[in-house]
Structure formats: C-alpha cells, structure tokens
C-alpha cells in the first residue's frame, strides 16, 4: 500500500514507470539537441585547429585572466555593498517611525522596478562615473534592493511569538532584532541571499557596454582581432562554461547551504556532575 503525504499521494508502481519514461524520453530530446548543435558547429568547421590556437598565446590567456579578475573585483564590490544597502532599506522599511520607513518603501521599489542597464549607463555617462564604480554602484542599488525585501521577509517569517516573548522580557526592539529574530531568519533567507548573488554575478557582463574590462569584454577585444570567419564562436564556447561554472558553484552552494539548514539542529547533552550526600533539614525523616 502507498502512504500519502498532505500536499499528494505518494506515486505507484504504474506512475513510477510512467515518470521514468518521461525522464527518458526528456533525456533523449536533450541529447539529440545537444548533438544537433554539435553537428552544427563542426559542419561550420569550428573545431579546426586555425580557430583554438589563438587561445594558446600567452598574451590572450593573460588578458582572459585579467578580464576573470576584473569580473570577480566587481562581483566582490557589488556582493558586499548590496548586503549592506540591503540590511540598511530592510531596517528602514521595519522600523516604526512613518519617514524612515516610506524612504525606505519608495527606494525599495524605484530601484527595483529601475532596469539594471539604465542605472549603469546613467551612472556612467550622465554622472560622468569611471566604468568601475558605475557598474558596482548600479548592481548595487538593483542587488540591495532586491535583498532588502529578502531580509524583510526573513525576519517577519519567524514565529510572531518569539518577538512576543522577547518584548515579555524587557528587551528593546534593537536587542530583540539583534539576538532574537535576525539569528533565526538567517536560516530561511541564506539560500535567497547566495541566489540573488548568482543574479549579481552574472549582471557584472553589463560592464562591457560601458568599456569596463571585464571577462566579457576582453572576449570581444580577443574576437575582435581574429581574422577567420565567426571569430565570436569559439570564443563564446571559452567564456561561457566559465561563467556557467562560477554561477553553478555559487548555486551549489546555495542548495548546500539549504539542505544543511533544513536539517534539526543536533544538541550536546550537558554533563551533569555526579549526585553527593547532601545534608539532610531538620525534621523527621
């Protein structure tokens, strides 16, 4: 007999071999995809040698390099200055005070509604911004938004009655946020947290259109300068399983970091010092 949970009914045999078909039928039109492209790409002569051996040059390595190191300084930057830009609008939009909180409010959702893009380029051109700094303070502003509503849902996702009992004890609101309703949302916001800094990452190839050297762009100077036909393939085939890389570790991570937090937290039992003879109270015994 099948045991059902709340939300469905546990799968039979019948329905297992059903969804084991599906995968299989599902895994074959991706590999026939997958071959298709490749047949594509060969057929188009992209995997000669006169194509790679650019990327055996010292010189274009160095500049792919600088590029992956100018995409990571930015992320870096944007990553650290959105949690903080987020913990601040996240603080604002729960305090009590009405100004502090519609500030907040209206910051919160013009940046979020605001496309990455068109921060960047007015930053960068109408600010008279470096490359650098427009696109951190862009992904920034857009990143740190989009965390402020993460932090806010994280703290009201904790039980009402654990702020209740905190405010019973004669904490204040600062000390019940600190040590009472931030310790416990952490555990619910930390995967949307690494997964909105996915989002950042990849928003850091927007530095190109703004001439900021980053992984992409030195991409597009290397395409630039070789004189075959569709000098851009075999470039897009180096770049993107390095960024695709450095997304899916971020991502693994992220489920890493939730699967541990759904796990119940284990305790140490606390050692108990042996019972002695007390003394025994006056009285009959």
């Known amino acids: 007999m099948t045991e059902s949970t709340a939300l469905y009914d546990i799968p039979g045999p019948q329905a297992r071999r059903r969804h084991l078909l599906y995968g299989l039928a599902s895994t074959a039109v991706l590999l026939a995809l997958l071959g298709w492209i490749l047949y594509l790409l060969f057929d188009n002569d992209q995997f ?17 390099l600088e590029g992956l190191g100018n995409t990571l300084k930015a992320f870096a930057y944007a990553s650290v200055l959105s949690l903080a830009l987020g913990a601040v609008l996240a603080t604002g939009r729960l305090s009590e005070h009405r100004v502090p909180r519609w500030v907040s409010t209206v910051l919160v959702e013009f940046f979020r509604a605001m496309p990455v893009l068109v921060m960047i380029f007015f930053i960068f051109v109408a600010l008279k911004v470096q490359a650098l700094p427009a696109l951190v303070a862009g992904l920034t502003l857009y990143n740190g938004s989009v965390l402020a509503e993460v932090f806010r849902t994280g703290i009201h996702s904790v039980a009402r009655g654990q702020g209740e009992a905190a405010y019973a004890l004669g904490m204040r609101k600062t000390q019940v946020m600190t040590y009472v309703l931030a310790p416990q949302a952490v ?99």
């Open 187 to 285: 555990r619910a916001m930390l995967p949307t947290i690494i997964s909105q800094l996915v989002v950042a990452l990849k928003d850091t190839s927007l530095g190109y259109l703004i001439t900021y050297e980053e992984f992409l762009h030195a991409g597009k100077l290397i395409a630039s300068n070789l004189d075959y036909d569709l000098p851009f393939i075999p470039v897009v085939m180096v770049i993107s399983p390095i960024y695709i890389g450095m997304c899916m570790l971020l991502s693994w991570f992220a489920t890493w970091v939730a699967r541990r937090e759904r796990r119940s937290p284990k305790t140490k039992a606390a050692k108990v010092a042996p019972a002695e003879p007390q003394t025994l109270l006056p009285g009959p015994q």
């Open 48 to 64: 000669t040698s006169t194509k790679w051996s650019p990327f055996l040059y010292k010189g274009i390595q160095e500049l792919l």
